[in-house]
């Protein structure tokens, strides 16, 4: 058995339990911090070390260490480096549990990893409840009022959304038999899916329970009040990785399950789907007045513009440039998305830290109280919209582009009238924040583990539009490992 495919995860197990171990121990909290980043650090490290080999299946193929796997390990484990380091001064303020805090952020991350290496229902549903159950504790992890009918809210939907998750897999496996993705392709009958009213079923209850996941329309409802109550820092967490790891998972399903012609217009689904998901994100988004139900609002729009990529699948077979598939395109536009959301809430957390308010107004004037902090919020924010000279112009181009090569102009056409809409809301804190008055001159202090954190993430946003080939290849051989049956 090739144990060494799982180094990444069991470093952090590892990790995980030096952290709680050491809390018991040792006065000054912060090493927690740096113990944690130096274990997700070394399982990047290793991870990259796996990149390339052909013997990357283990547990009989219930889980694959592929490219893509890969891909989704390493940024998983920088979306929680970032967040560790803009956490630092957050949990500071907190007396107790400060162990138990980056212990449930690494379980997060390994249960998030697993998810994106399963190739086999039984071990994508066990992974996704080890990253579901840390999260409903880090999203009540403040304890408060807010906090904890947040994390409340977050468990009781979650659950509901895992029975119906577990029950459509629960029909797959007793239509095919089969619980490896491979072995349910083999199973079925090539374009007859839709005659099996069971299988078209299960089908619908495997995105409804993948939907909640991704916070698509119309599974989203707990966004804005999880977001909102949630500590910043996980909100921040919530936003991007729990994202990715959704879109990991439902790719590797419906592209190794259900591709080819197995089910060839699974595709259109996911294409109204996101039509409706980024129209009511951003239709929601433009009366918010807390900046973090804002920010909810608009990574479900984002989710409706990932959905183009799932959708852009198609024609595959008569892509002559793998690199203007939807796959591809929709990896590239995940890790464009994570720097940029990231950065937003880290500028975010510093300005909340001094105001101690969520409120768009209490930005106001932030210009001139604290420029740097200022000027990263406004890279990020347009980032966001999806304006040069910023990651996520090139993001949605290459997306838009691939839904195009696929006979999707009228999901673009949809897409780019939405991207409009968020252009309002995201510019109108802009405005806020460099025309309001401000309530003080006082300044906006904030700690050097906060401000590398958003330097890393405000130089990614730029550093993906002027050089974005490296990550762009590597989207590409991530995306093949999972679709090269459908890739010319």
Known sequence: MNYYLLTPELCLVGVAIAVIL???????KGRLTIISIAGLAASIVVSVALWGRQDNSLFNGMLKADEFAIFFKVLLAGVAILVL???RDY?????????????????????????????????IYVSLELTSLSLYALVGFLKDAKSSEAGLKYLLLGAIASAVLLYGMALIFGITGETKLADIAAALPSGR?????????G???LIAGFGFKMATVPFQMWVPDVYEGAPTTVTAYLSVASKAAGFAVVLRVFLEAFGGDVLPDWAMIFAVLGAITMTVGNIMAISQTNI?????YS???????????????????????PVVYGPTGLLFFIGCYAVANIGAFIAVIAVTNKTGSDDIESFAGMGSRAPL????????????IGLPPTAGFLAKFYLFNAAVHHDLVWLVIIAVVNTAISAYYYLRVVKVIWVGSPASNEGVPSGWALRAALGIACLGVLVLFFYPSPLLDLARDAARTVAGILLP
């Not at 949990?91 to 994106?116: D, K, T």
């Not at 973090?292 to 909810?296: A, F, I, N, P, S």
């Not at 990574?299 to 513009?305: E, K, P, T």
Request: with cysteine.
């Open 22 to 28: 050491l809390d018991l121990v040792i006065t000054r």
């Open 373 to 384: 902090i200022s000027l990263a919020l406004t890279l990020c924010l347009i980032s966001l």
């Open 91 to 123: 949990i500071s303020r907190l007396s107790r549990f400060q162990g138990e805090y980056h212990a449930l952020i690494l379980l997060s991350v390994i249960g998030m990893m697993l998810m994106a290496a399963s190739r086999d229902l039984i071990t």
């Open 203 to 205: 089908l619908v209850f």
């Open 193 to 201: 899916v839709w005659e099996n009213p069971l299988l078209l079923l």
């Open 85 to 87: 380091l803009a956490s």
């Open 299 to 321: 990574s479900i729009a984002q989710a409706g513009y990932l959905m183009v990529g799932l959708a852009a699948v198609s024609h595959a077979g008569e892509v002559s440039d």
């Open 292 to 296: 973090k139900r804002m920010l909810g």
